[in-house]
């Protein structure tokens, strides 16, 4: 199967930035959405920003203007590249790749999350 395989995170200072990345492992026929979520102490887990698989972008309000999500050229990666980071934005950050389907079986289609990586922002 399909496995999500993050890097990047880190500790910052506020204002400073990070990138996020995410690579796919395995035999893909397709990806319908891959992005990024994150989930703070204490909250639930909330979208960040995500891409289709026809580039089209979603984009957390609290986050837009600061955090730019990439893909279009390579459907089964997504970096997020996240300027001006606040100690708000401090989280566990999961990526997320929905409606995949597998050269292993053709008529499952499923989803799948990595295994979160930790950014924190210090004031």
């Known amino acids: 199967q399909v496995q999500l395989v993050e890097s990047g995170g880190g500790l910052v200072r506020t204002g400073e930035s990070l990138r996020l990345s995410c690579a796919t492992t395995g035999r893909i026929l397709t990806i319908d959405v891959m992005g990024w979520y994150r989930q703070a102490p204490g909250k639930q887990r909330e979208l960040v920003a995500t891409m289709t698989r026809s580039g089209t972008t979603t984009y957390a309000d609290s986050v837009k203007d600061r955090f730019t999500i990439s893909g279009v050229n390579d459907p089964y990666t997504r970096d997020l590249q996240m300027n001006n980071l606040k100690p708000e934005d401090t989280a566990v950050y999961s990526c997320?790749?929905?409606?995949?389907?597998?050269?292993?079986?053709?008529?499952?289609?499923?989803?799948?999350w990595g295994q979160g990586t930790q950014v924190t922002v210090f004031s």
């Open positions: 997320f790749a929905g409606g995949i389907i597998d050269y292993n079986n053709f008529d499952r289609r499923y989803d799948r």
